[in-house]
C-alpha cells in the first residue's frame, strides 16, 4: 500500500522535529550533558517517533476503508500497529 504523501505532512514534519531533538542528544551527549536531561530528551524522541508510526498506520487504515485499497489486510495492519507497541 502506498500512501499519499499530502496526506502525510504533519508525520513528516513530526519526523523532522525528531531528527532535530535526536541531534540535540547527540550534541549533548558529546558535550558531557547531565545524564537526566539526555534521557528526557531521548524519550521526547522515542515518543514523537512513535506518534509518527501510529499516524502512518492511522493513514493506511483510512486509505484502506475508504478508498477500498485491498492491497493489505487487517492482520497485516494489526501486525504493523503492534510492531510500535
Same mark, same amino acid.
Given at each position: 500500500? *502506498? $500512501?499519499?504523501? &499530502?496526506? $502525510? &505532512?504533519?508525520?513528516?514534519?513530526?519526523? +523532522?522535529?525528531?531528527?532535530?531533538? @535526536?541531534? /540535540?542528544? &547527540?550534541?549533548? @551527549? *558529546? *558535550?558531557?550533558?547531565?545524564? +537526566?536531561?539526555?534521557?528526557?530528551?531521548?524519550?521526547?524522541? #522515542?515518543?514523537? @517517533?512513535?506518534?509518527?508510526?501510529?499516524?502512518?498506520?492511522? #493513514?493506511?487504515? *483510512?486509505?484502506?476503508? $475508504?478508498? /477500498?485499497? %485491498? #492491497?493489505?489486510? &487487517? +492482520?497485516?495492519? %494489526?501486525?504493523?500497529?503492534? #510492531? @510500535?507497541?
Amino acid at each position: 500500500m *502506498e $500512501l499519499d504523501a &499530502t496526506d $502525510l &505532512t504533519p508525520v513528516i514534519n513530526r519526523l +523532522k522535529r525528531a531528527q532535530g531533538q @535526536l541531534a /540535540g542528544v &547527540t550534541r549533548m @551527549l *558529546e *558535550e558531557g550533558r547531565d545524564c +537526566k536531561d539526555i534521557v528526557t530528551q531521548l524519550a521526547a524522541v #522515542s515518543k514523537a @517517533l512513535d506518534r509518527a508510526g501510529f499516524a502512518v498506520i492511522a #493513514s493506511g487504515l *483510512e486509505q484502506c476503508l $475508504l478508498r /477500498g485499497d %485491498e #492491497s493489505m489486510n &487487517t +492482520k497485516d495492519l %494489526e501486525k504493523l500497529f503492534l #510492531s @510500535l507497541a
